[in-house]
């Protein structure tokens, strides 16, 4: 019932920024909390923060400090990455909890949605 497209990835400098954006389509009124998870290569994936829609926000430790999430009223997710670092090198995927109700249209068989990913590659 939702699509969610990322986009902003690319390569920068350490100490550098990118925004990554999330866009979602189809019955945005099913989603409930959003997130921005991370692979990087060799490593299992891991969240990178979370915002709910009280906007309550949670952080990897690694981040911390140095990403901010954000949504709009549409429901667009950003992640504000600033002071780069190599390690942060992976591929950043948008994820969207659903939410059963309203029913209709909201399906009580859905799960989560997700992106197909954007890189961001952190060069020394």
């Known amino acids: 019932q939702v699509q969610l497209a990322e986009s902003g990835g690319g390569l920068v400098q350490a100490g550098g920024s990118l925004r990554l954006s999330c866009a979602p389509s189809?019955?945005?009124?099913?989603?409930?909390?959003m997130a921005w998870y991370r692979q990087a290569p060799g490593k299992e994936r891991e969240l990178v923060a979370s915002?709910?829609?009280?906007?309550?926000r949670n952080y990897a430790d690694s981040v911390k400090g140095r990403f901010t999430v954000r949504k709009d009223n549409a429901k667009n997710l950003y992640l504000d990455m600033n002071d780069l670092k190599p390690q942060d090198t992976a591929v950043y995927f948008c994820?969207?909890?659903?939410?059963?109700?309203?029913?209709?249209?909201?399906?009580?068989?859905?799960?989560?949605?997700w992106g197909q990913g954007t890189r961001v590659t952190v060069s020394s």
């Open positions: 915002i709910t829609p009280g906007d309550d």
């Open positions: 189809g019955y945005t009124i099913c989603i409930s909390t």
């Open positions: 994820q969207a909890d659903h939410r059963p109700v309203p029913n209709p249209p909201c399906s009580p068989y859905e799960t989560d949605y």
